[in-house]
């Protein structure tokens, strides 16, 4: 199985240009998050989804959208890249959980932004 | 909104022990989760903890107190591949907030 797939693994903007990666999974999970990670820090929530047609706000939404048209499918787009966007981009999926149980997140390898 | 406070780097010499500690201030918790990131490839899920006490799996073990927002990750016989990022992450309403990591470097 190839778990959770993104692509482009690296890409590099103009400002203003606009993108969007891809991410998809093979393991029928309910849900599935992006999150960006800056250098020496941590994961950061930018949007996520609880199951397919459906989308929420993460911490930092700001200047993303995404959609979830399919359950194996979850797009990230940048309709006017900043520099500020610059960063390393991971893409992950888990199955519903319960209540007590664990929210096991497989991540995807991470897609390399650059915005000049 | 959600904040989880560790360390920022831990250096330890291989065979030994460390562990790693994790704060959180959160509303809506179901648990505290542990990953870890090799040189900026994928996070890996390690372990779980939703109730107060000890979760072991091999080497690695984690503990939560529920009543004191804290929880710390244990790694025992430490090696060289240890050598990595870990991050606490608290498990809310169908989503997981992260820590900034806590760099580990394992020396011979």
């Known amino acids: 199985n190839a778990g959770v797939t993104q692509t482009p693994k690296f890409r590099v903007l103009k400002t203003g240009q606009s993108m969007t990666l891809l991410c998809a999974q ?13 250098p020496g820090m941590g994961l950061r929530l930018i949007h996520y989804s609880v199951g397919e047609g459906t989308t929420a706000k993460g911490e ?18 940048l309709e006017s890249a900043a520099p500020s966007q610059t960063s390393v981009y991971f893409c992950a999926s888990s199955y519903r959980h319960s209540i007590s149980g664990a929210n096991v997140l497989t991540f995807g390898a991470g897609s390399r932004l650059t915005v000049l | 909104g959600q904040s989880l406070e560790q360390p920022s780097e831990v250096t330890a010499v291989e065979g030994a ?7 959180y201030q959160t509303s809506g918790f179901y648990g505290l989760s542990w990953y870890q990131q090799h040189d900026g490839g994928a996070p890996t899920f390690l ?20 009543s004191d927002s804290y929880g710390y990750l244990l790694l025992q016989e430490l090696q060289m591949k240890d050598s990595a990022s870990y991050f606490c992450a608290v498990r809310g309403a169908g989503k997981s907030t992260f820590g900034d990591g806590t760099t580990l470097t394992v020396k011979p």
């Open chain 1, 26 to 38: 093979d393991m029928n999970h309910e849900y599935m998050y992006w999150y960006r990670q800056d």
């Open chain 1, 60 to 77: 930092v939404p700001d200047g993303y959208n995404v959609s979830r048209l399919k359950k194996q499918n979850f797009l990230l787009g």
């Open chain 2, 17 to 23: 022990i460390v562990q790693i500690n994790c704060t």
């Open chain 2, 47 to 66: 372990s779980y903890n939703a109730l107060d006490g000890l979760e072991e799996t091999g080497r690695f073990s984690s503990f939560l107190s529920r």
